[in-house]
């Protein structure tokens, strides 16, 4: 057999016998608490593979804080197959004797879930929607408002701004989170204690499903230009804004467009009906392909932004809203 070929059989060899023992994937890692050598090679292996194929997900959607090692030990409880939580794994060694990884894989997902008060997956027309909430007294109705809103929404804007966002989304409602709702990657964390407040307050959704939408990423541009965007799509696509007592508010000499949210949305709501109509969709596109500078308000309409909000404060009113309701 030729040398090299040979070195290179047991170097994948040993590869393949040492992997899951306390292998690190994109800062999560796995190890094993088995002094007595219970579990041999290839069962370790399967393990470590449904690991890495459930626990990310797992922590990413459980919290920023949930630990990113786990140990996996055995246990002797026959009533159990697999219990598991952050940082710790439990497989019961009897049920565990020649299952397959999508098996061992199936029982992980199970228990994570066991983790939230509520956990559901739904699809339609080509979206997906996982809903994650760690309130037990979350209200199924505010809930499922929540999850319709979505489906009613979350499609048109993406049709309307960027049709290659993301199809699948996370919500999760925490009662850790303290401020109303954010939005990373393809997840949406809801504060329980906002949402208990302001039970009919649904169109967060729409708002903080348009920070998926826009995917700017970073220094794509200010903030207040981001937050006015998403404000100004709450305003003009949400689905019952009158329900939440939502509006934007009236102008006066002490608001400037770097205000953000409402005080911004209005200024564009002003600017769409009586500067350039589709102008806020224009700003948005530049934005995700990192094409905006404070030149693009004089190419977009032939004035600076400054200029612009000076004529929109001789002239607030000069404004229709109408807002949405159910």
Same mark, same amino acid.
């Given at each position: 057999?030729?040398?090299?070929?040979?070195?290179?059989?047991?170097?994948?060899?040993?590869?393949?016998?040492?992997?899951?023992?306390?292998?690190?994937?994109?800062?999560?890692?796995?190890?094993?608490?088995?002094?007595?050598?219970?579990?041999?090679?290839?069962?370790?292996?399967?393990?470590?593979? &449904?690991?890495?194929?459930?626990?990310?997900?797992?922590?990413?959607?459980?919290?920023?804080?949930?630990?990113?090692?786990?140990?996996?030990?055995?246990?002797?409880?026959?009533?159990?197959?697999?219990?598991?939580? &952050? !940082?710790?794994?439990?497989?019961?060694?009897?049920?565990?004797? !020649?299952?397959?990884?999508?098996?061992?894989?199936?029982?992980?997902?199970?228990?994570?879930?066991?983790?939230?008060?509520?956990?559901?997956?739904?699809?339609?027309?080509?979206?997906?929607?996982?809903?994650?909430?760690?309130?037990?007294?979350?209200? +199924?109705?505010?809930?499922?408002?929540?999850?319709?809103?979505?489906?009613?929404?979350?499609?048109?804007?993406?049709?309307?701004?960027?049709?290659?966002?993301?199809?699948?989304?996370?919500?999760?409602?925490?009662?850790?989170?303290?401020?109303?709702?954010?939005?990373?990657?393809?997840?949406?964390?809801?504060?329980? !204690?906002?949402?208990?407040?302001? +039970?009919?307050?649904?169109?967060?959704?729409?708002?903080?499903?348009?920070?998926?939408?826009?995917?700017?990423?970073?220094? &794509? !541009?200010?903030?207040?230009?981001?937050?006015?965007? &998403?404000?100004?799509?709450?305003?003009?696509?949400?689905?019952?804004?009158?329900?939440?007592?939502?509006?934007?508010?009236?102008?006066?000499?002490?608001?400037?467009?770097?205000?953000?949210?409402?005080?911004?949305?209005?200024?564009?709501?002003?600017?769409?009906?009586?500067?350039?109509?589709?102008?806020?969709?224009?700003?948005?596109?530049?934005?995700?392909?990192?094409?905006?500078?404070?030149?693009?308000?004089?190419?977009?309409?032939?004035?600076?932004?400054?200029?612009?909000?000076?004529?929109?404060?001789?002239?607030?009113?000069?404004?229709?809203?109408?807002?949405?309701?159910?």
């Amino acid at each position: 057999m030729n040398r090299n070929f040979l070195i290179v059989i047991i170097a994948l060899l040993f590869a393949f016998n040492t992997y899951g023992q306390n292998e690190k994937r994109k800062g999560y890692q796995v190890s094993f608490n088995d002094p007595s050598n219970q579990l041999n090679q290839e069962t370790k292996n399967k393990i470590t593979a &449904a690991f890495y194929n459930t626990y990310p997900f797992f922590a990413s959607a459980d919290g920023y804080r949930t630990k990113r090692e786990a140990i996996v030990t055995l246990d002797g409880n026959e009533n159990t197959t697999i219990k598991a939580k &952050a !940082g710790e794994i439990k497989i019961n060694n009897s049920w565990l004797q !020649g299952k397959s990884q999508r098996k061992i894989e199936k029982e992980l997902r199970t228990a994570f879930t066991k983790n939230w008060s509520f956990y559901s997956q739904d699809k339609k027309k080509g979206y997906s929607l996982t809903f994650i909430s760690k309130d037990p007294n979350l209200d +199924p109705k505010v809930r499922q408002n929540l999850i319709d809103t979505y489906f009613e929404i979350y499609p048109t804007l993406v049709k309307t701004f960027n049709n290659k966002s993301t199809h699948n989304v996370l919500f999760v409602v925490d009662t850790a989170y303290k401020a109303v709702a954010e939005a990373s990657g393809n997840r949406i964390l809801f504060s329980a !204690g906002y949402m208990k407040a302001h +039970p009919t307050d649904i169109d967060v959704v729409t708002h903080e499903t348009m920070h998926i939408v826009q995917g700017y990423g970073y220094s &794509a !541009g200010p903030v207040w230009l981001t937050e006015g965007i &998403a404000d100004y799509v709450r305003y003009k696509y949400g689905v019952d804004n009158v329900g939440s007592k939502w509006s934007l508010p009236a102008f006066n000499e002490k608001q400037s467009y770097k205000n953000s949210y409402r005080i911004t949305a209005r200024f564009f709501a002003w600017l769409e009906q009586n500067v350039k109509e589709g102008l806020i969709a224009q700003l948005d596109s530049q934005l995700r392909a990192h094409k905006y500078t404070e030149e693009s308000w004089v190419e977009l309409t032939g004035k600076n932004i400054d200029q612009l909000w000076g004529d929109y404060s001789k002239n607030p009113d000069q404004l229709a809203l109408k807002y949405s309701s159910k």
